[in-house]
């Protein structure tokens, strides 16, 4: 059984860097083809994808982001984060982690298990 | 940037036929996928690959391809399927995850 959650803190200040954590079960990311998505959603607004690591390390991010997302993985404590800097109120959104599925290399990404998510809010 | 295009809303009386649109350059290409999202909770996979179907999922749910747009059907509505629907795919380089901006299928 495959189980994703988020954590990390729910309320975070502009220009501040916000640390999100993935912690799963029911898979590894040291099995070929695994990868780990992050999605996030501002209030009643779209999904938004962000970045996707998979286990052989290769990291994708929304061309959009990308300066300013880091993500990294632990694979001993079956562990994903995500890192983004300079936090703006815009930022303001539930954040969602995701077990990637699909073909290696060629394009098929997916998301079939997806974390409760975590609401964070970006306010002075 | 490369976006996927979907109408923000479509409503169906029960027992009726919803169909959603979304629409992208890259799609013959690229393999879409479809979100359910009920309020307040996570997405959940209802299509991939175009019209393959996620155990666990109605087979009232079906998916369909024809160039540059793919379609969401679900047949015979029920209230229960009242939600936000998501199409996702990749850019043409299959590079990047790109998710439309969503449908709000209403059930009369």
């Known amino acids: 059984q495959i189980t994703l959650k988020e954590s990390g803190p729910t309320l975070v200040k502009p220009t501040q860097t916000l640390t999100l954590t993935c912690t799963f079960s029911g898979f590894s990311l040291s099995t070929s083809g695994v990868g780990v998505g992050w999605i996030r959603q501002p209030p009643g607004k779209a999904l938004e994808w962000l970045a996707l690591i998979y286990w052989d390390d290769d990291k994708r991010y929304s061309p959009s982001l990308k300066s300013r997302l880091t993500i990294t993985k632990d694979t001993s404590k079956n562990q994903v984060v995500l890192t983004m800097t300079n936090m703006d109120p815009v930022d303001t959104a539930t954040y969602y982690c995701?077990?990637?599925?699909?073909?290696?290399?060629?394009?098929?990404?997916?998301?079939?298990?997806w974390g409760q998510g975590t609401l964070v809010t970006v306010s002075s | 940037s490369y976006e996927l295009t979907q109408p923000p809303s479509v409503s169906v009386s029960p027992g009726q036929t919803a169909r959603i649109t979304c629409s992208a350059d890259a799609l013959p290409k690229q393999y879409a996928y479809w979100y359910q999202q009920k309020p307040g909770q996570a997405p959940v996979l209802v299509i991939y690959?175009?019209?393959e179907r996620p155990s666990g999922i109605p087979e009232r749910f079906s998916g369909s391809s024809s160039g540059t747009t793919v379609t969401l059907t679900i047949s015979g509505v029920q209230a229960e399927d009242e939600a936000d629907y998501y199409c996702?795919?990749?850019?043409?380089?299959?590079?990047?995850?790109?998710f439309g901006g969503g449908t709000k299928l209403t059930v009369l």
């Open positions: 995701a077990h990637r599925q699909g073909d290696y290399g060629s394009g098929v990404n997916y998301f079939d298990y």
């Open positions: 996702q795919s990749a850019d043409s380089s299959g590079t990047f995850v790109v």
């Open positions: 690959k175009d019209s």
